[in-house]
Structure formats: structure tokens, C-alpha cells
């Protein structure tokens, strides 16, 4: 049997530091591969030895299976493992691998290409005598709207499965080029706008057309695979919690699943494993409906990122499992015989904004820390100085918790999300937080249209106003103490004290769309604090320094973090937390952009301008279509009006706060357009 002593990675980030930490462990030395965004991140630094792949774009590195083959060649690794992503369910990429003479630490080429296709996997499926769901393939090029039952077109075809139905793309997954339709009318563009996604992402258009179960549940079973013909399951994960078809939480086992389920679940997912001789981890995925009744999905001949669940239950490191099926071992007691254990829930940290359509952000993370729990995993890519780009997936990070029970789980999982610190770059942190704390998730009454049903803003709303206000007044007495310390006078004295008092200091910030005045003054009497004319009841301030304010307030004592980065103070306590920018005392005005400007939200690439100069748009009429982070993102006329400027065109980079088009009023007596904000 081979034996594996050195084994390059070829993933990035959280993927790469996962696999290397079971690696080390089993004594095998580590090879790291990074484009040029990626010179300075974590995986490179503890990784053995690291290989520059030029460039920054994923076709330019991380999907470049010949330099990766070479890099391995270099180092004298014996094998490869693949990562959860990039060239993971790449059937070529095995292939490559096989004829290179190095092990690829996944299934066969044949396995691969048997699942790479949703359409042909779905035959297959169902030959196997699985369940599945009713659809058709769109070619590529296909794009005829409309039309009824008995229409050649897209329509004939939608009318034989009826709606809503999905678009989904032929190949990859992730969400990527997903889109849910109501009506014929949304059709062509859906079909087009997923057809483009997936070209994008997975270098092939091909799509396909669903039928969509309401209020469904996504169910998806862990299998494993050896070279001695067995194959075994290690139970059910449920990853109904999704926002664009992603998901965000995930938990083994599910709440919906009972022990006769389980049994038919897991029974389909090993038939599915042992009719294309599968060989290593892969995910069998389902849709679960409101009867119990489920239908093939599709299948991931990868381990994927929601795996620390079915870890944190059996007790199980699926990577060792992967790495001992590589080398020929079969599949050992612990695996076949697995039980579960408790219960395990998984979120995922991204660098995005819910409450703005989970558009993906970027910037440099000053202050990085989760977990420090009993029970609780972190599975982090970034720390303090990583930098976020818009040229990969925006995860951050995956927190795990495992208890006795679900609620137990929940519970440490959201007090675990509630404090971690990520300063510099928006997160969905305070959403996840109100996920796990929701009554409905807590009772486990989830699908996949769960995050249609409950407003993000409200489950991710940071802290409220009477919290501001107390984090302004920490970060006004924090500013003080930091701007004494660099220009002291006395030892001794309280900062901000002074001897003959004139007027309250001032400091001023802006708070998302909010601007604050803070008031204060400190003398012999205490310290008197107002923010934005309504006083705030300190009673005492027993230390402020330019990190930690604790003080007494209404009769309660606080400790507030604060952490200065530029204008910016990032303030943490137990009521939440706030980014507090301090605004100039004296400032220069800034040109004002022009009236009607819609600009680029995000760093990204045009890869659609659906108006022209002089055409009338109807509110919420799309104008430009920007991909970022793999992602398609619609900007959209906010009101009626007349295209006057078009400042973009397809296959331009633009920055965020590009003026992308400029729409002006329509002119009196003119009639406003009609359309559908999803044309």
C-alpha cells in the first residue's frame, strides 16, 4: 500500500489550515500553493512548504491543475488533496493527477464524472431506484422567452414541469448559478442571468430546469468509500438555513429526521455510493418535503465544509479517514459502526452585509477572535492583518458547537457568535447570532425559505439605541484617554479632567447611516455624559483607558472594548457591539457625487449593462449586472427615471463607489415605465 509523507494542498484559507492540522498529526509534511492575494495569508505561513502560483484570479491559480501537478513534482509530494472547492470534483484534474503518478485524495475520475453532471446524475439516480425530482436540460444558447404549454421554447418547456421551478447550473454547486422562478415572465432572464454564473464559475453554461418543492428541507447524508468495495454512511446533516441558495447553518443530526427516516436516508445515500463504486468522502444530497417524502438532489464527490458536524457527533477526523483510504486501508470499525453522539451545529462567518443583499465586503481584518468556549470549534482562515479580496469566497470562518442536546449545541453556539470580534470588515455575525436564538430555528420549524420568511435586518439588528449610546460615551472617554497618553500632563489626574471647566468636550461620529454627539465633562463632582442631548446616568468611571472603559451606568457596571483602527472605534460589550467612526471636528467638504448616481456597491466586474442612455426605467428595473466573489449582483433603478449617463461596460473592473449609470427624474407629463423589478 502507498504511504502518504508529503502531501500538497490545493485549496486556500480555512480549507487548507483544516487539512494541514490533520496532517500534521499524522505525521505528514505539507505543501501550500497561493496566488499573489493570498502571500501573507495563515495557510501559506503554516504550511511546510509553500509554491507561488502568479496572478490573482481563480483561472489564473487555484484552477491551474498543471502548475499544481508541477508544485507537487517540485516539492516531492506523493499526493494530492484537493480541498473542498476549485479543482475538487474536477474529473480532468484527477485524471492528471493518476497520470502524474501522484495519489489524488478523492474519489475516481469515473466517480466524478459520473456526479460531475446534476443531469446524468440524476439518470443514474434514478436507474438506482432513488427519488427524484422531475426536470430538463436548457442548452447553452438557449434563450427563446415565453410562449405556453405548446411552445418549442422555454415556456413549452417550464409548462411540463410548472411553477415555481428552479434554474440550476449542470455543473458545481454552491449555489452558483441557482435561481427560483414564479412566473413565465421571469424565465428568459433567469435562465441567461444562471446560465452566466455557471460559465463563470464552473467554465460550463449547461443548465437545467426543476421542479420546486415548497418549503422544502435540504437533507444531505456523509458517505465513505474504500478500495475493498465498501461503502458507509455517517448519518444525516441538516442544511436548510441558506441565503442564495448557500448555506449558513448547518447541524447533524436534523431535527426533522427521525430513526425510520434515517434509516431510508442513509440506505438511498450508500446506494447511491455503491452505483458508481464511490471511492473516498462524498455528500449524497436531498430535498426533504413537508410529508417526510424525499427526492435525490444531487451528489458532492468531495468532502465538503459542513463536515465538522458529522465530526463533532461520531467523534470521527474525516480528513485521517480520507488520507487512510488514499493509501488502501479499508474502512476501519470506528467508521462502520459510527454512532451518533449529541448534537453539532456549524455557522458560517462571511465578510458581507446582510441587511444590503449579502453583498460580499472587503478590507483588511484588524482584530480576529472567536470560540474560547468549552465545546466550541473554530475552523478560522483569517486573523488579525488578513486581507479580505473580492477574488475568492468571502468565509471567514466556521464556528462549531457540540452539546448533549440541540438546545444545549444552539446555546453555545450563539453565545460563541455573539462574541467573537471581527473588526474591519462587515459581517454576518449579529444574523447568525439571531438565527440560533430565534424561537422557530430553536423549535427546529426551518426550510430552505426560512431567511425569505424572517427579515435579516431584524434578526441580525446590532445593538440597539440605548447601546449606542452607551458605546459612543465608552468611545468618547476612550478618545480622551488616548489622546492624554499621547500628550500627558499629570500623573494622576482622571482623563479629561479639567481644573476650570468652560464648556462640555465634544465628539462626534457617524454610526451606519446615524451620526451621535457625545457631550461629557469630568470634574471634581464625577463625569457627566450626554449623548445627543439626552443624558446618560453615569454614576461612576472607574477606569478609561484607550482600549476598556469600564464604568457604572443607571446602576449597572460595564466593561467596554474598544479598539481604535484610523476614525474607526470597534466597540464590544454583552449588550452587542458598534463601528463608531469619529468624524473630523473641522472637515473639508467633499464634492458631492451627482445627483441620480448609482454606484458600484463592491469591488467586482460588469459582466451585464442592460440600459441604454435616454431609456425610460421603471423602479427597481435592473441597469448593471457586477460578478464579485463568484457571485452575480443586480443593481437595480431605485426609482423611476431616464437613463442620462452609462459610465460602464461588460468585462470592466470597477471599485467600489464607481458611478455606474446616472438616472434622472422623468420629465413632467411623461408616463412612468412599467416592468418588473426581475425582468
Not at 442513509?266 to 464511490?278: E, F, K, N, P, S
Not at 469600564?550 to 463601528?579: E, M, N, P, Q
Not at 427615471?641 to 471599485?655: I, L, R
Amino acid at each position: 500500500m502507498p504511504v502518504i509523507s508529503k502531501l500538497l494542498i490545493a485549496g486556500r484559507g480555512e480549507i487548507a489550515l483544516r487539512i494541514m492540522r490533520t496532517a500534521r498529526e499524522l505525521d505528514i509534511a505539507t505543501v501550500a500553493v497561493f496566488s499573489d492575494p493570498d502571500t501573507d495569508a495563515p495557510f501559506v505561513a503554516a504550511a511546510d512548504e509553500a509554491v507561488h502560483l502568479p496572478g490573482a484570479a481563480p483561472a489564473q491559480t487555484y484552477l491551474r491543475g498543471e502548475a499544481i501537478i508541477a508544485a507537487a513534482r517540485a516539492t516531492g509530494a506523493q499526493a494530492i488533496h484537493p480541498g473542498y472547492g476549485f479543482l475538487s470534483e474536477n474529473a480532468g484534474f484527477a485524471h492528471a493527477c493518476a497520470q502524474a503518478g501522484l495519489i489524488f485524495v478523492g474519489p475516481t475520475p469515473e466517480a466524478i464524472e459520473a456526479m460531475g453532471s446534476k443531469i446524468r446524475a440524476k439518470e443514474l439516480m434514478a436507474a438506482a431506484g432513488i427519488p427524484v425530482l422531475p426536470g430538463v436540460a436548457i442548452p447553452v444558447g438557449e434563450r427563446r422567452p415565453g410562449g405556453g404549454a405548446g411552445d418549442s421554447g422555454l415556456g413549452g418547456v417550464a409548462a411540463g414541469i410548472g411553477y415555481p421551478l428552479l434554474v440550476k447550473a449542470a455543473y458545481g454547486g454552491g449555489g452558483r448559478g441557482m435561481r427560483i422562478v414564479t412566473s413565465p415572465d421571469e424565465l428568459a432572464e433567469a435562465v441567461a442571468s444562471a446560465s452566466r454564473e455557471a460559465a463563470s464559475a464552473f467554465r460550463d453554461g449547461t443548465v437545467f430546469l426543476e421542479r420546486f418543492v415548497e418549503r422544502p428541507r435540504h437533507i444531505e447524508v456523509q458517505i465513505v468509500g474504500d478500495s475493498h468495495g465498501n461503502v458507509a454512511h455517517l448519518f444525516e446533516r441538516e442544511c436548510s438555513i441558506q441565503r442564495r441558495y448557500q448555506k449558513i447553518i448547518e447541524e447533524a443530526p436534523s431535527p426533522a429526521v427521525d430513526d425510520r427516516l434515517r434509516g431510508k436516508l442513509t440506505a438511498a445515500a450508500v446506494a447511491a455510493g455503491r452505483a458508481i463504486g464511490y471511492l473516498g468522502a462524498g455528500t449524497v444530497e436531498f430535498v426533504l418535503d413537508a410529508s417526510g417524502g424525499f427526492h435525490f438532489l444531487e451528489m458532492n464527490t468531495r468532502l465538503q465544509g459542513v463536515h465538522p458536524v458529522t465530526e463533532m457527533v461520531t467523534g470521527l477526523d474525516l480528513v485521517a479517514v480520507q488520507l487512510a483510504i488514499a493509501e488502501g486501508q479499508p474502512l476501519p470499525p470506528a467508521v462502520t459502526q459510527a454512532r451518533i453522539s449529541g448534537h453539532a451545529v456549524e455557522a458560517r462567518l462571511y465578510a458581507e452585509d446582510p441587511g444590503a443583499g449579502y453583498q460580499p465586503a472587503t478590507g483588511t481584518i484588524h482584530r480576529f477572535t472567536a470560540g474560547g468556549l468549552p465545546g466550541v470549534r473554530v475552523d478560522a482562515g483569517v486573523t488579525a492583518g488578513s486581507v479580505v479580496t473580492p477574488h475568492y469566497d468571502p468565509l471567514l470562518a466556521k464556528i462549531i458547537a457540540h452539546g448533549p442536546t440541540r438546545d444545549a449545541a444552539c446555546r453555545r453556539l450563539a453565545a460563541a457568535v455573539a462574541r467573537a470580534q471581527v473588526h474591519g470588515v462587515t459581517t454576518n455575525r449579529d444574523l447568525l447570532a439571531g438565527v440560533l436564538r430565534e424561537p422557530e430555528f430553536r423549535a427546529g420549524d426551518i426550510d430552505t425559505g426560512y431567511l425569505d420568511r424572517h427579515d435579516p435586518a431584524k434578526l441580525g439588528a446590532p445593538a440597539d439605541g440605548e447601546a449606542v449610546a452607551l458605546h459612543a460615551a465608552a468611545a468618547a472617554l476612550a478618545g480622551q484617554a488616548r489622546r492624554r497618553a499621547a500628550a500627558p500632563l499629570l500623573p494622576g489626574l482622571p482623563s479629561g479632567w479639567r481644573n476650570v471647566p468652560n464648556e462640555d468636550q465634544v465628539a462626534a461620529y457617524t454610526c451606519g447611516r446615524e451620526q451621535i454627539e457625545v457631550r461629557y465633562r469630568v470634574g471634581r463632582s464625577g463625569v457627566r455624559v450626554a449623548v445627543d442631548g439626552q443624558p446618560l446616568a453615569v454614576d461612576a468611571v472607574h477606569r478609561a483607558s484607550p482600549g476598556e472603559v469600564d464604568f457604572t451606568v443607571g446602576g449597572i457596571r460595564r466593561r467596554v472594548s474598544v479598539h481604535r483602527v484610523g476614525a474607526a472605534d470597534y466597540v464590544d460589550s454583552a449588550l452587542g457591539a458598534s463601528v463608531l467612526t469619529e468624524l473630523d471636528r473641522f472637515p473639508v467638504p467633499d464634492a458631492l457625487a451627482e445627483p441620480g448616481s448609482l454606484l458600484a456597491p463592491m469591488p467586482g466586474t460588469v459582466v451585464r449593462v442592460a440600459v441604454t442612455p435616454g431609456e425610460q426605467v421603471a423602479a427597481g428595473a435592473p441597469v448593471v449586472v457586477i460578478e464579485a466573489m463568484k457571485m452575480e449582483h443586480t443593481i437595480r433603478a431605485p426609482e423611476p427615471g431616464v437613463v442620462t449617463h452609462v459610465g460602464v461596460s461588460v468585462g470592466q473592473a470597477v471599485d467600489t463607489g464607481t458611478q455606474i449609470v446616472r438616472v434622472g427624474p422623468l420629465a413632467q407629463g411623461s408616463q412612468e415605465p412599467q416592468g418588473s423589478p426581475h425582468e
